[in-house]
Structures are given as structure tokens and as C-alpha cells.
């Protein structure tokens, strides 16, 4: 036995090592829990070190353009013509430091504005393997930060926390294809889920094929997830077709399209409303009516320069007609109580009254007609079903039908 | 140059010459692999795809020519790339075990120190390691991924001329007997 185990110790090792792997990728992929120990071993030893190289990089970086480029150039400038060449080095530098401070400032500006409470973090690391859409920042839970936690940055979406360790965090991006988030395009409003799809772009599913969605739309977050706080940028649709079962909806995400440096973590998200998408506001042109003699369309001419005093249209002229008969009897329209005896319309104007803009003065015949019904007056608006049961109100001069009375200009045209 | 079987195959035990490293160099190297591999890409993306860590692995395995201590070296330095993915603990643990296993009992019968040996067991031990971390992927977590075999053919072939490279500077930390 002993020899046996002795001429296949390697493979007998090599299965036991295999094995015990086995064991511990079951209990995570069963539990669906990490085996937290071992990862926050790895990464207290590697984001130290990250840290430490990228401090050295950047004072490195830091020291070349502030001491040796300094230097070198203004001892050309001693050489050469020395003001000029001093202020364009001057200006040089200071437009590096200002693309810096402009990142910085848009953060502090994003953070300050958005009713969100969040905390910037730098990138320090990549994940571990190539296709890994995954990154480190130098935030863990010791500032607060939390599994599931939204990163953001000014321009977007950039992922949720994968994973919280004392001095660093794990985010996975949103171009990884285990990534989802709802979003609601800015149009129409459609709903969709984004998923990373392991390169630069993401998708949009199940959209259905009717629902309108354009190249060039934006998508926000809908709040949908939990994760984002609705109303953050998502991304620009580059590709909107028809598909099977679902429409192709190729996103854009803004959140990476400018790189990853400093992100911002979400630690309390609120919900913003989604801004309206505006419409460049151009002027209608609307044409004159159509005049219907060459009256009205001397009337139709002025009214654009009097809008509101031209009488242009019938009905315009039957209620001028009105509060005239009713002014003369003292009536004020919305004025009087309830109760009290309406105007009488059919009494004619007093001779001499100014008659309206395109109100003409009866006829005897047309007087007479109007007379028909005696002296009963007008029903004034009663409300429905309380009529009272009178005979009927003696009609308006203007109906259809009295075709006469109720054209005034045909029956009266213009000499 | 003719290089016929006698130099390729290793048939005497005096040719197979166990490379001794110190500590140091052991720890400090996949370690070193591993943090290069998730700082540097922050600046230049291509790095993405140099597996440092693998070919660290496959160096240690075989020049220590030891089956066991190759396979340790790799569920190491598996366990910690593991750490620092998004995956699951095992999945580059299991993988970087097999290779380690199998690039020490090559080193056991292949004269390594040759640079075409290195540059042929350099692709084919990626083009292996990328296929079992693909067949893992798929049995165990059941993901729908696509063996990309272009893809990862020009890439063996990128890592194969970075790992003659970077045997050859590690040749220089080993102990000298």
C-alpha cells in the first residue's frame, strides 16, 4: 500500500488539491457566498502595494513636470528669448493642472449638486484575468461603502460594488456581462433592462418591438433595480431594431465613455426625476381664414394688426349683437344674481346707436319675424332637466333657419 | 540550427538539473506577476491580456522539474488571481494546479532551458490553460461563453514571446549551485 501511494504521490497529491478546490467552488456556487477570508487576504496584500505604486507614479509624474521639464526649459529660456518662453511653459503647466482640478471640480460639483450622498473613489486596480469587466477603488467599508452600492460618475452609470473590504472596493462594471440595471429611455419612456455585454457596449432587453425607441435616444435609470437612484444617465442608444422576440438596442454607457479615474460611490441614493428632452421650439405659421367676401376680407386684413376688436366670424357678430341689446338694458353679463329678469334680446337697438363692427340693423320684416313670440323673454341658462315649461324662446335673428337674419352681410351685402 | 531529439529529450538524471530559487524570489515574483496584472492595465488596456501569473507558474514548474511543487505553486497563485477576479474562489486555482502539474512533468523529460522549447510550451500552456479555465466555466458555473479560438491562438502567441522574455530574466534569480 505503502509503495503504491508512494509511486502515485503526484497524482494523488494533484487530485487532493483539485479536489479541495472542487469542494470550495461548491460551497460558494451552492451557499451563493464567498469565502470572504481568503479574498480580503489577497486584497489587503495587493491594493496596499497598488497604492503604494501608484503614489510613486504619481510624485514621479508630479516631479518630472514640476522640477525636471521646469527646469530644462527655463534654462532655455535663458538661452532664448526668456519671458516668452517662461509664459508658455507657465501656461503649459497650468493646463495640466487645470484638466486635473477640472475632473476633481466636476466631481465635487456632480456630488454637491446631486440630493444623493456619495463619496468619490479613486481607481487603483483592475480585477485579476483578461475579460474581467471589473475594477478596484481605494474606498472600502471603513468609508462607508456597502455591497451593492451604486458607482456613478458625472457623465453616468459605471457599476455597483461587487464587493466591500476594509480599505478598498471590488465594482463591477457595467460592461460586464453578469451586469444589469433598469433604465427607461428619456423620450417615450420606455422601460428595458441594460446588460453589459463583456466589450464597450451594453444592450437593452426586452424591449417590445412596438415600443418606440431612436438611435441617438438617451436611457436613464429607472430606480427600478434598487441600485441606481432613478434619473442618472445610462447611456446613448447607437443601434434601435426590430428583433426576435425583443428589439436590438445597442447603449452606449456614458458613465466609461471618457475612462475610469475617479468614480463616485452612491451611499444614500435618491430619486430625481428624469429631464425632459427639448424640443428646439419653431415658429407655426398660421394663414389668415379664408375671407368669405371681399368685406370680410378687408376685416380679415385688419385683424391681425387689431386682434381682439375685429368682429370676423358670425357668432362674433350675433355676440356683439347681444350685448348690445342687452348694454342698452342695463344687463351685465356674469353680473347679476340669481333671480333676475334677463335681458330682453329681442327688442331692438335704439335708433342711432353705433351698431357693431359687421352688425347690420334689422328690417322691419326681420324686426316682425323677431317679434313673433311676444314679449316673452329670453330664457336665461337654467341648468338641465329645470327648464321651465314655457313656449319656446323667439329664436335670435341670426339661425338656420332664417337664412336671411342669420347671414347678415348676404342679406345686406356691401354696396 | 539542427536540433535534433538528443537535445530536446533529457534522458540521464544528471541533465535534469533542479533549479533552486530563495524564498524571496518565490513569494515576491507571483506576486509581482499578480499586481502587474491588475495595475498596469489601468493604463495600457492590452496589457489586460498578458497572463503573467500563468507564465510565472509555468516557469517555477519547470525549473524545479518537481510535480508536487509545481502544482502547490499554481493553486497559489490561482487561489490569489481568484481573489482579486470576479470569479468564484477555484476557478484560476484549479486551472493554474493542472498546469503546474503538467508543466513539471514536462520539465522532467524536455531540456527547458532551450528558447524554442520555451516558446512552444509557453503557447501551448496558455492555449491549455485558457481551454480548461473555458470547460470549468461552462461545467461547473454554467456560463454560455464561446471558446474564441483565433482569439486565443494570436494571444499564445503574444504570451509565448513575453514568457521567453521573462524566463530569461528569471534565470537570472536562480540560485547558482
Not at chain 1, 464567498?34 to 496596499?48: F, H, K, L, S
Not at chain 1, 449638486?113 to 475594477?135: E, Q
Not at chain 2, 491580456?49 to 509555468?58: A, G, N
Not at chain 2, 522532467?108 to 516558446?119: F, G, P, T
Request: hydrophobic share 40%; charged share 20%; proline share 7%.
Amino acid at each position: 500500500m505503502e509503495t503504491l501511494l508512494n509511486r502515485y504521490r503526484n497524482v494523488t497529491v494533484l487530485l487532493l488539491v483539485i479536489f479541495a478546490q472542487l469542494v470550495l467552488l461548491a460551497y460558494q456556487v451552492k451557499n451563493d457566498s464567498d469565502v470572504r477570508m481568503i479574498r480580503v487576504w489577497a486584497v489587503t496584500a495587493v491594493t496596499p502595494l497598488a497604492r503604494a505604486i501608484e503614489g510613486v507614479r504619481g510624485g514621479t509624474e508630479g516631479f518630472l513636470q514640476n522640477y525636471v521639464v521646469l527646469r530644462d526649459t527655463r534654462a532655455e529660456n535663458q538661452r532664448l528669448h526668456s519671458e516668452l518662453g517662461k509664459l508658455k511653459l507657465e501656461n503649459q503647466f497650468l493646463r495640466t493642472e487645470l484638466a486635473t482640478a477640472d475632473r476633481a471640480k466636476a466631481l465635487t460639483a456632480f456630488e454637491s449638486r446631486s440630493p444623493s450622498k456619495m463619496i468619490a473613489a479613486r481607481v487603483i486596480a483592475t480585477a485579476a484575468g483578461a475579460s474581467a469587466s471589473a475594477v478596484f477603488v481605494d474606498r472600502g467599508s471603513t468609508s462607508g461603502v456597502e455591497k451593492g452600492m451604486a458607482v456613478v460618475t458625472p457623465d453616468g452609470i459605471v457599476g455597483k460594488v461587487l464587493a466591500a473590504y476594509p480599505t478598498a472596493s471590488q465594482v463591477l462594471l457595467a460592461t460586464d456581462p453578469s451586469f444589469a440595471a433598469g433604465v427607461v429611455s428619456q423620450k417615450n419612456h420606455v422601460r428595458g433592462i441594460l446588460k453589459g455585454l463583456g466589450h464597450g457596449n451594453c444592450r437593452v432587453d426586452y424591449v417590445q418591438n412596438e415600443e418606440k425607441v431612436e438611435s441617438g435616444e438617451w436611457f436613464y435609470t429607472s430606480g427600478d433595480d434598487r441600485i441606481f437612484p432613478k434619473g442618472m444617465p445610462a447611456g446613448l442608444v447607437t443601434v434601435a431594431r426590430s428583433g426576435n422576440p425583443f428589439q436590438e438596442i445597442m447603449v452606449e454607457p456614458s458613465g466609461l465613455a471618457s475612462g475610469l479615474e475617479e468614480v463616485l460611490i452612491v451611499l444614500q441614493g435618491v430619486h430625481q426625476q428624469i429631464p425632459e428632452l427639448k424640443t428646439a421650439a419653431q415658429p407655426v405659421y398660421l394663414a389668415p381664414p379664408l375671407p368669405s367676401t371681399p368685406g370680410d376680407a378687408q376685416a380679415v386684413s385688419t385683424a391681425g394688426t387689431n386682434s381682439g376688436a375685429a368682429v370676423t366670424t358670425d357668432a362674433d357678430k350675433i355676440r356683439e349683437h347681444y350685448k348690445e341689446v342687452a348694454g342698452e338694458q342695463g344687463h351685465k353679463f356674469g353680473e347679476n344674481p340669481p333671480g333676475s329678469k334677463p335681458a330682453d334680446f329681442n327688442l331692438e337697438k335704439k335708433p342711432g346707436e353705433k351698431p357693431a363692427a359687421g352688425a347690420k340693423p334689422r328690417t322691419d320684416g326681420e324686426t316682425e319675424r323677431a317679434g313673433e313670440g311676444g314679449t316673452t323673454p329670453a330664457r336665461p341658462p337654467t341648468p338641465a332637466g329645470k327648464s321651465p315649461a314655457v313656449s319656446p324662446a323667439p329664436r335670435p335673428p341670426v339661425s338656420p333657419s332664417q337664412p336671411k337674419a342669420a347671414s347678415p352681410d348676404k342679406a345686406n351685402p356691401p354696396q | 540550427m539542427r536540433y535534433s531529439d538528443d537535445h530536446i529529450l533529457l534522458h540521464s538524471q544528471r541533465e535534469t538539473q533542479i533549479s533552486r530559487f530563495k524564498a524571496w524570489v518565490l513569494f515576491l515574483v507571483p506576486l509581482a506577476a499578480i499586481l502587474f496584472q491588475v495595475y498596469f492595465p489601468l493604463f495600457f488596456q492590452f496589457l489586460a491580456y498578458l497572463e503573467l501569473p500563468l507564465i510565472v507558474t509555468v516557469y517555477f514548474a519547470l525549473m524545479r522539474r518537481s510535480p508536487i511543487g509545481g502544482l502547490l505553486v499554481g493553486a497559489l497563485v490561482g487561489l490569489a488571481q481568484d481573489s482579486l477576479s470576479k470569479n468564484p474562489l477555484g476557478m484560476f486555482g484549479i486551472t493554474k494546479t493542472i498546469i503546474g502539474y503538467v508543466a513539471a512533468s514536462v520539465g522532467l523529460r524536455l531540456d527547458v532551458d532551450h528558447a524554442l522549447i520555451r516558446l512552444i510550451l509557453g503557447f501551448i500552456f496558455f492555449v491549455f490553460h485558457q481551454f480548461i479555465f473555458w470547460v470549468l466555466s461552462r461545467g461547473l458555473l454554467g456560463q454560455q461563453i464561446n471558446f474564441e479560438t483565433q482569439r486565443t491562438l494570436v494571444l499564445g502567441l503574444l504570451n509565448a514571446i513575453v514568457a521567453v522574455s521573462l524566463f530569461h530574466f528569471l534565470d537570472k534569480l536562480k540560485e547558482r549551485t
